[in-house]
C-alpha cells in the first residue's frame, strides 16, 4: 500500500493529511485556538463521589469537570518521587524536538501512543462489554489494583485516535473488587491523565494509568507489566524484543514495545527508557509543588506527533510546506529513523500543498450528507444524538440484470465506502447502517463479509452485529474525539441545529390564532404585525383573503410590515 502523509503548517492552526494509494483516509487538525486535552496529566481534586454510579468527577482546571470511573483507579501504593539521575542527552540521542516532550509552554492536544490495530480484530469475539477487543502480548495475572513488585498487570489496551496520532487508553480487563467511595474522598488531590476529551455536553475521561509515549516504547511507570505489539508478526523478532526490554526495563514498571521497534538495538531501547523516566520524575516533582488543579505534562504538538506516531515503514513520502517544522523534522528523523531521511520531502510550490493533493476538495465534501457511489448510488449520512444513520439508496443506478442484483451491487459498493467515511470523517458511537433490503441469504452473508473486511485497516474499536430481517446492520465504533464534521462546524445558528425552519405557511396560521385571541378587545383599532418577507409576502397573497376576513370579523385594521432582521419563525404584534 502506497501510503503518504501531507502536513500543512499556517499560524492558526496545523493539518495533517494521511493518503493511502491516493485516497485521504484520515485527517487530523491542530487549532492554536482550540488544543485538546487528551494525554495531558494533571494534578486534581475530587469534587463529588457517585457511589451510585461508581464513579467520581475531578476538577482540574477545566470548564467541565473530569469522569473517572472506578476501573480507571490503580489501587497501588503511593509511588515515591526519587532523585532524577543525571543522563547524558547527546544531540545523537536525544534532539530538541524531543526535549519539548516536558515543556508546558507547547500545551497542544496531547496523544499517547500506541500501535496499528491487528487485522484479525475486527474478526475477533466481542468482549464482555460487547465491543472487539485488542490486547498486546504480556503475562496474564492478577486482579487489577493488587499489583505486587513480583507480579505483572494484566490490562486492556484499547486504541484510537484523538484529533491525531493513535493514542492508547489503559484500563484493567476486570471490574475493580473494591466500592469508589472505599478508594478516594472528596477533596482528596489526585493525579490523573486525559484517556477521552470533551465530547459534547460531556467532559473528559481521566484514568490514573498514566502513560508515557516515546519513540520505540510506551512507558506506564503505575503498571508492572510488558507487551510487544501485534503488529510486529515474526515470532523470533518479538522474542528478540521481550528479552530486550527485560534487561534495560526499570523494575516494577510496564512498557509497551511499538511497531516501529522493530529491528532496533538495545542502545534505543535504553535511550528510550532513560528519557522517559526523566519526563516521569518530573511530572512527580511538579505534582508536589503545584497546589490542584494544575498541569504537569503535556506532549508534543501535532507535527511532531505525527512524525512519532504515524511515519512507520509503510509511508514512503512525508511532504510538509513549512521550512521550519521541516528543519526540526530532518533533526528528529536524522537522530531515531536516518534510513527514513530521504522520504522527508519540503513543499517549496506557490500552489497550497492540500489543493495541489486534491485534500481541500475532500475536506468540503465532509460537509455534505450525500456521498456518490461510483455506480450512481449514494449515501446519506444524519447525524443525531446518540447515534449516526447512514441511508443507502441506488440513486441513478439502474443495474444491468434484474432488480436484486442492482441492489446487490449496490450495497458491496456501500459496504466498502461507509467505512472509509467512518474513518475519514471520524464517525464513533452507534451507527445503524439501513441497507437496500436483499432477498437472497447469499447475497447478505457476502455483503457482511466484505463490510467486516473494509474495517480491516481501522484503529478503532468496531463492534459489527448481524444484519437484522429489515436490512439493519447495527455498528459500534469507539469514539474518543467529536467528528471531523463538528471540529470544522458549528450547529446552524438560524435553526439551532434541527436542520429544518417553520414554513411561512406555518408562521402565518399562527398569527391567525394569535389575532383571534387579542381581537376582542374593544379598546383597539389597529393590529400592527411586523413579519419576515417571505412570511409578509405569504399574507399579501395566497392568505389575503384570510386577513381581509379577520379585519372584517374583529373591527381592525391589520397592518403587515417586512421586517428583514426577524427569524422567519418570529413575528411582532403591536396593537392600537
Known amino acids: ?88 542527552l547527546t544531540k545523537e540521542k536525544v534532539t530538541a524536538v524531543a526535549c519539548e516532550l516536558d515543556q508546558e509552554s507547547e500545551s497542544p492536544e496531547v496523544l499517547e501512543a500506541c500501535e496499528e490495530r491487528d487485522p484479525d480484530t475486527v474478526k475477533s469475539e466481542p468482549s464482555e462489554g460487547g465491543e472487539i477487543t485488542e490486547n498486546f502480548e504480556g503475562s496474564d495475572v492478577s486482579e487489577a489494583g493488587e499489583v505486587s513488585e513480583d507480579e505483572e498487570e494484566e490490562l486492556d489496551l484499547e486504541e484510537s485516535t484523538e484529533e491525531d496520532p493513535v493514542s492508547v487508553v489503559r484500563r484493567p480487563k476486570k471490574r475493580s473488587s473494591r466500592a469508589i467511595e472505599d478508594l478516594i474522598k472528596e477533596g482528596q488531590d489526585i493525579v490523573v491523565q486525559v484517556s477521552k476529551g470533551p465530547i459534547g455536553t460531556k467532559g473528559p475521561r481521566v484514568t490514573t494509568y498514566v502513560s508515557l509515549p516515546g519513540r520505540y516504547l510506551v512507558y506506564m511507570p503505575m503498571v508492572n507489566h510488558v507487551g510487544v505489539s501485534r503488529r510486529i508478526g515474526k515470532e523470533g523478532e518479538r522474542q528478540r524484543l521481550k528479552e530486550m526490554i527485560h534487561r534495560v526495563r526499570k523494575k516494577g514498571c510496564g512498557y509497551i514495545v ?62 510538509i510546506d513549512s521550512k521550519k517544522e521541516h528543519d526540526g523534522i530532518i533533526e528528529f528523523v536524522g537522530t ?19 489543493d495541489a493533493y486534491g485534500i481541500e476538495i475532500e475536506i468540503s465534501k465532509i460537509r455534505n450528507r450525500r456521498v456518490w457511489l461510483k455506480s450512481g448510488g449514494y449515501l446519506v449520512i444524519d447525524h443525531a444524538e446518540a447515534l449516526t444513520v447512514i441511508d443507502v439508496n441506488t440513486g441513478r443506478y439502474v443495474g444491468k440484470r434484474d432488480l436484486e442484483e442492482t441492489i446487490f451491487r449496490t450495497n458491496l459498493e456501500a459496504v466498502k465506502e461507509i467505512p472509509a467515511q467512518m474513518r475519514l470523517r471520524n464517525i464513533g458511537g452507534i451507527i445503524i447502517i439501513d441497507l437496500i433490503d436483499m432477498e437472497k441469504e447469499r447475497n447478505r452473508e457476502k455483503v457482511m463479509k466484505l463490510l467486516h473486511e473494509s474495517f480491516v485497516g481501522d484503529k478503532a474499536r468496531v463492534n459489527i452485529l448481524k444484519m437484522s430481517d429489515l436490512g439493519l446492520v447495527q455498528i459500534s465504533r469507539e469514539r474518543i474525539r467529536e467528528d471531523i464534521l463538528s471540529i470544522l462546524c458549528d450547529p446552524c445558528s438560524y435553526c439551532d441545529g434541527r436542520g429544518f425552519v417553520k414554513s411561512p405557511t406555518t408562521v402565518s396560521y399562527e398569527l391567525f390564532r394569535e389575532i383571534r385571541l387579542i381581537g376582542s378587545s374593544p379598546r383597539d383599532k389597529k393590529i400592527i404585525i411586523g413579519v419576515h418577507p417571505s412570511v409578509a409576502a405569504l399574507l399579501y397573497d395566497d392568505a389575503r383573503h384570510e386577513v381581509e376576513a379577520l379585519e372584517a370579523q374583529y373591527k381592525k385594521k391589520i397592518i403587515i410590515k417586512a421586517d428583514s432582521n426577524l427569524h422567519v419563525e418570529h413575528y411582532d404584534i403591536v396593537t392600537l
Do not use: C
Not at 299 to 314: A, I, M, P
Not at 340 to 354: A, G, M, Q, T, Y
Open 336 to 354: 531515531y529513523l536516518p534510513s527514513f531521511l530521504s522520504r522527508v520531502h519540503l513543499w517549496d510550490k506557490s500552489e497550497p500543498i492540500f
Open 1 to 88: 500500500m502506497a501510503t503518504e502523509i501531507v502536513i500543512n503548517v499556517a499560524r492558526e492552526e496545523s493539518r495533517v493529511a494521511l493518503i493511502e494509494n491516493k485516497v485521504v483516509t484520515e485527517l487530523y487538525f491542530d487549532r492554536k485556538k482550540e488544543r485538546g486535552i487528551v494525554g495531558n496529566v494533571y494534578k486534581g481534586k475530587i469534587v463529588k463521589v457517585l457511589p451510585g454510579m461508581q464513579a467520581a468527577f475531578i476538577d482540574i482546571g477545566m470548564e467541565k469537570a473530569a469522569f473517572l470511573y472506578v476501573a480507571d483507579i490503580m489501587i497501588k501504593k503511593p509511588v515515591e518521587v526519587q532523585p532524577v539521575k543525571k543522563v547524558v
Open 258 to 319: 511499538r511497531t516501529v521497534s522493530d529491528g532496533i538495538t538495545d542502545e534505543e531501547f535504553k535511550q528510550d527508557v532513560d528519557f522517559l523516566e526523566v519526563v516521569w520524575q518530573n511530572i512527580l516533582k511538579k505534582g508536589e509543588r503545584q497546589k490542584s488543579p494544575a498541569l504537569l505534562h503535556n506532549d508534543l504538538d501535532l507535527v511532531f506527533r505525527t512524525v512519532r506516531d504515524l511515519f512507520t515503514k509503510e509511508v514512503k513520502k512525508l511532504i
